[in-house]
C-alpha cells in the first residue's frame, strides 16, 4: 500500500525557517516524481513545487520561488521541502503526493505549517 | 501560468440531484486536466485524470468531460457521500494549477 507521511510542521515566526519532509513507503520512490501541494486555512489548494525522480529537476511555483527548495534522498525514501524567510501567507496545510499512474493520485495526510510572532 | 477559472464556487443541491461544475482554462491544455474531492480535515482524492477518464474506485455517476479549454464534472445522482468540496487541476504546463475551489452543499 502506497503511504505518503508528511512531518516537521509547526509554528515558526516571520523570516524564519522550516524544512518539512515526507516518507514514503509501498512503492518503488526513486521511480517517481514527487510534488508538494499547500492549502491555507480555509482556502484552496496551491500547487507549490515539484521534483523528478534523480532529484535533478526541481520546479517551483512563482510564489515560493526563491525562499523554498525541494530535495530528495532516495536512499531512505524521503522527500524535503526547505522553507526559508517565511511569511504569514505561507501559513497552510503542507502535503507531499505523487503520480504513480496518472495526475496527482497518491498524498499524504499533510502537516500545517504556521507563520506568526 | 495557466489560470483555471472554475465555477460556480458554491453550489447547493439535493440528494439525487444532477450537477455540473465547470472549469475553463486560459489557454489550450488539451486534455490535461483533472478533479479532486476534498472532504474537510482530508487530503484531496482524484477523481477523474485527463478530462473524462475515471479513477479506479469511484463511482460511475462521477464524469467529467471537455477539451482545450473547457471542461466539465457532472455527478448524475448526488449522494449523501458527495458533499464535499471540488477542484479542478490542469496539469499541462509545468507549473500546475488548481482551479479556486467549488463548495458543495446539502439545500
Known amino acids: 500500500e502506497v503511504q505518503l507521511v508528511e512531518s516537521g510542521g509547526g509554528l515558526v515566526q516571520p523570516g524564519g525557517s522550516l524544512r518539512l519532509s515526507c516518507a514514503a513507503s509501498g512503492f518503488t520512490f526513486r521511480n517517481y516524481w514527487m510534488h508538494w501541494v499547500r492549502q491555507a486555512p480555509g482556502k484552496g489548494l496551491e500547487w507549490v513545487s515539484r521534483?523528478?525522480?534523480?532529484?535533478?529537476?526541481?520546479t517551483y511555483a512563482d510564489s515560493v520561488k526563491g525562499r523554498f527548495t525541494t530535495s530528495r534522498d532516495n536512499a531512505n525514501n524521503t522527500v524535503f521541502l526547505q522553507m526559508n524567510n517565511l511569511r504569514p501567507e505561507d501559513t497552510a496545510v503542507y502535503y507531499c503526493?505523487?503520480?504513480?499512474?496518472?495526475?496527482?493520485?497518491?498524498w499524504g495526510q499533510g502537516t500545517l505549517v504556521t507563520v506568526s510572532s | 501560468a495557466i489560470q483555471m477559472t472554475q465555477s460556480p464556487p458554491s453550489l447547493s443541491a439535493s440528494v439525487g440531484d444532477r450537477v455540473t461544475i465547470t472549469c475553463r482554462a486560459s489557454?489550450?491544455?488539451?486534455?490535461?486536466l483533472n478533479w479532486y474531492q476534498q472532504k474537510p480535515g482530508k487530503a484531496p482524492q482524484l477523481l477523474i485524470y485527463?478530462?473524462?477518464s475515471l479513477q479506479s474506485g469511484v463511482p460511475s455517476r462521477f464524469s467529467g468531460s471537455g477539451f482545450g479549454t473547457d471542461f466539465t464534472l457532472t455527478i448524475s445522482s448526488l449522494q449523501p457521500e458527495d458533499f464535499a468540496t471540488y477542484y479542478c487541476l490542469q496539469d499541462y504546463d509545468y507549473l500546475y494549477t488548481f482551479g479556486q475551489g467549488t463548495k458543495l452543499e446539502i439545500k
Open positions: 489557454q489550450g491544455i488539451t486534455n490535461e
Open positions: 503526493a505523487t503520480v504513480m499512474v496518472t495526475s496527482l493520485d497518491h
Open positions: 521534483i523528478n525522480s534523480d532529484g535533478r529537476d526541481t
Open positions: 485527463e478530462a473524462s
